[in-house]
């Protein structure tokens, strides 16, 4: 029987503690040694932002996505492979595992076009070097797993004629997993799942469908929370069996639900 493949996206404030980090490492670990491929898709918000200031470029958002000109690209680019990317890959190969550092560019996996974003009005915002993704070519991480690596992922990717483009790594996380038809897909975030009445610990949203979604969408979900529920959902009909979105400031959140099966976080249902 060929291994149960997860793929978990890793974000928030466990990205920037450097003892969650570690923790998150101790977690996949634990997945590994009870039989499941791993695979890490991350953004870099935090970095993302401190290169830019450093920079004097302003960071700029539309509903939860970056606006990327060219010349903010380019130190995006620098935080998400040179500095995230390679911190990660060197925490988690000090944790036992054998972490494989990538971006959506590596031989040539993830294929992007510019993405014309649709607000609420209904009109298109230009948000620069944005993409969205037109093709997935799984052979490389399915090499990469099937021997027992844990590749990790940047959120950037090349069109067909060479332009690079910054993709949201939500959207991205779904979309890989649907991709290299992963079993689960984990977002972790900040908080214990979707709340009704953030923070009362009584008003999480134990299961949410499309249907609540669609009924949710800009109220109880927002800013942020919206590409995370909506890229899990898309991965939900794109084939991927399992979504949820779990703390990733509570790491021990992570083998509690894929190995003890605890009900925790709010997972996505069609």
């Known amino acids: 029987m060929s291994k149960q493949r997860i793929l978990i996206k890793y974000g928030g404030n466990a990205?920037?503690?450097p003892q969650l980090q570690q923790e998150i490492a101790v977690?996949?670990?634990?997945?590994q040694e009870a039989g499941f491929e791993v695979i890490m898709v991350h953004g870099g918000g935090p970095f993302i932002n401190k290169a830019l200031e450093k920079a004097a470029i302003k960071s700029e958002f539309?509903?939860?996505?970056?606006v990327t000109e060219a010349?903010?690209?380019a130190e995006i680019q620098k935080a998400l492979i040179g500095e995230v990317n390679a911190d990660l890959v060197s925490k988690l190969n000090q944790n036992r595992l054998k972490a494989i550092g990538l971006s959506g560019k590596d031989a040539g996996m993830v294929q992007a076009k510019k993405y014309q974003h649709r607000s609420a009005d209904g009109s298109i915002v230009d948000l620069g070097l944005v993409g969205e993704i037109t093709k997935i070519d799984d052979s490389l991480i399915n090499l990469l797993c099937e021997a027992g690596y844990v590749p990790v992922v940047a959120c950037v990717a090349d069109g067909t004629d060479g332009t690079s483009y910054n993709i949201n790594a939500d959207t991205f996380a779904g979309k890989l997993a649907s991709a290299v038809k992963a079993d689960q897909l984990i977002v972790l975030t900040d908080v214990d799942g979707l709340f009704l009445n953030y923070p009362?610990?009584?008003?999480?949203i134990r299961k949410l469908n499309e249907d609540a979604v669609k009924a949710h969408l800009g109220t109880t979900i927002q800013g942020g929370m919206i590409p995370k529920i909506q890229s899990c959902v898309q991965a939900l009909k794109e084939g991927v069996k399992k979504a949820i979105i779990l703390n990733g400031t509570k790491p021990e959140q992570i083998a509690n639900?894929?190995?003890?099966?605890?009900e925790i976080g709010t997972t996505l249902t069609l």
């Open 62 to 66: 539309v509903d939860g996505l970056r």
């Open 15 to 17: 990205m920037i503690n």
């Open 200 to 204: 009362d610990p009584a008003s999480i």
């Open 71 to 73: 010349i903010a690209f």
């Open 257 to 262: 639900y894929v190995i003890e099966n605890k």
């Open 27 to 31: 977690q996949i670990f634990k997945l």
